[in-house]
């Protein structure tokens, strides 16, 4: 009797790739916590899981059968004599997947466990005010329709992706790790939290100024940027041999893009609060090395390591100003960055693989030995990066906004004034993260 067939190495490389996600789940989790107030902080971990488990269980029952994989049963359009892919067509509750390696198995496994990490950067922009029974639902919204949707024209075959069929544009839109699919959908859902819940009470003076809120707890926050960094190293090396193509041997190459990244942008980040207040700031300093892992994520396995260094500088700088720029000029409580660090960090890493990214290197395989160099990616490339942006900015913003909206009309998304007052602990809890402290302010008695 032959011996049994053992897995593959890419499958069994890959199984052991997606078990690291859940520790960037883990990590931004504890950002989240640390960077709201200490009387919701076990709201807020009570809600990361169970935001975690609504999500795969929603993406279980419609979300794959709505993004489906490359190959699969879709719902086609002919335009002018071209087929564009616009929705999967497989059947609920994984039926019929295969029970074994195959890729899209693999791609499944990645994805329960990533469209639960794109749930979680709304709940950092709702902090300390959003319902944990609200969560949940428009959790429900993110994983069983908007992520698979978009999910589908990056990574399912949609649209996107045959860009470069039908039009030329490169290989279309690509992203590696999901910058775009996880990342931007995960932070423009997040503004549409912050712009539906509205500021937290005591964040805005009478004369409109915002006051400082701190985190309540630095520890977490740094402890958290930790664990997200060995989920990412999961999560883009994954993603890049599922989604991009990747061999093995690209996969070194691909931990130390976004390490570069990661560490260019914390230091940016430090540098710039240094330079402006004096001293660095933590939870900015943190937030940016977070936003440099997102930037990572679309292009890790498509870039230099000296554009690496310099995608992630532009990251850190971009996610200082814009938390201020969000909170200043738009008056958008986001407590924990989530807009800035996902959406903008997001977006610029998309831009970057079409400026610094070398798509001809893997295009032809790392089995030829060719080395990546800064620039040169086609025209066409650059647009098919562009078409990608402005499908999220014009479509996928107006859809997640719209949901939630329409949502917020049926379950109030935000807790009443007194829930606020008391924490989210005590009102929706019934018992304090810290009862032997003394977490209550009196912001409530001269603040709007």
Known sequence: MPPAMSPAPVPIACIFLIALVPFAIAGLSLINTGLGRSRSAAHAMLASLCIFAVAAIAYVIC???????????????????????????????????PSNFSSASLVACLQIVSVALAALIPLGAGLDRWKLSASCASTALLAGWTYPLFAHWAWGGGWLAQLGANYGLGRGFLDAGGSSTIHVVGGLTALSIAWILRPRRGKYSLDGMPTAIPGHQAVYVLFGCLLAFVGW??????????????ELGRIPMACIITTLCASSAVLSAAFITRFRFGKPDVSISANGWVGGLVASSAGCVFFSPGAAIVIGIVAGALVTFSVEWFELQLGIDDPGGAISVHAVSGIWGLLALGIFGSVPALARGAANGLT???????????????????????????L???????????????????????????????????????????????LR
């Open 400 to 446: 997640t906004y719209g949901l939630n909206a329409a949502l917020n009309t049926i379950v109030r998304q935000r807790v009443p004034a007194q829930g606020e007052r008391q924490g989210l602990d005590l009102y929706e809890l019934g018992a304090g993260a810290y009862p032997e402290y003394v977490t209550h302010g009196d912001e409530f008695t001269q």
């Open 372 to 398: 990546n160099h800064i620039g040169t990616v086609a025209t066409g490339q650059w647009l098919a990066q562009l078409v990608g942006i402005a499908t999220l900015l014009g479509f996928v913003l107006p």
């Open 233 to 246: 190293l999961g999560l883009n090396c994954a993603g890049a041999i599922l989604f991009a193509g990747a």
């Open 63 to 97: 979300g794959f059968a709505f993004q489906g994989y490359i190959g699969s049963a879709a719902h086609t359009a002919l335009i002018q004599g071209k087929s564009w892919n616009w929705l999967a067509a497989e059947p609920f509750f994984l039926r019929g997947l």
